[in-house]
Nanobody
Framework: VQLQASGGGLVQPGGSLRLSCAAS????????IGWFRQAPGKERQFVAG????????HYSDSVKGRFTISRDNAKNMVYLQMNTLKPEDTAVYFC??????????????????WGQGTQVTVSS
């Protein structure tokens, strides 16, 4: 089971980025997916999550209305569209997967599989 996050970079405030999470070695449609982020000196925090069929989505209050999580199970991919980015969105972003339940959960402890992070920097 491997997850690969990509799409990070440097963007100006107000700009957009789309992160991708590619899965290999397993069928992604059996797993709920979460995006998390970790800023320097801070704990890893939940950003967005999506259930197996993509019907149920959940966002942290800090990104609601600006970020959109989606998935394409046929391509084994999950995406995080990030709009109206703010400097406080700067962090390393991680995707994570778990198959034990289809409920979107926000704790890092509820996800067994993690990809490496991708850096997002929002700065002028």
């Amino acid at each position: 089971v491997q997850l690969q996050a990509s799409g990070g970079g440097l963007v100006q405030p107000g700009g957009s980025l789309r992160l991708s999470c590619a899965a290999s070695g397993f069928a992604l449609d059996n797993y709920r997916i979460g995006w998390f982020r970790q800023a320097p000196g801070k704990e890893r925090q939940f950003v967005a999550g999506i259930n197996r069929n993509g019907i149920r989505r959940h966002y942290s209050d800090s990104v609601k209305g600006r970020f959109t999580i989606s998935r394409d199970n046929a391509k084994n991919m999950v995406y995080l569209q990030m709009n109206t980015l703010k400097p406080e969105d700067t962090a390393v972003y991680f995707c994570a997967a778990d198959f034990k339940t289809d409920t979107v959960l926000v704790s890092t402890k509820e996800y067994d599989y993690w990809g490496q992070g991708t850096q997002v920097t929002v700065s002028s």
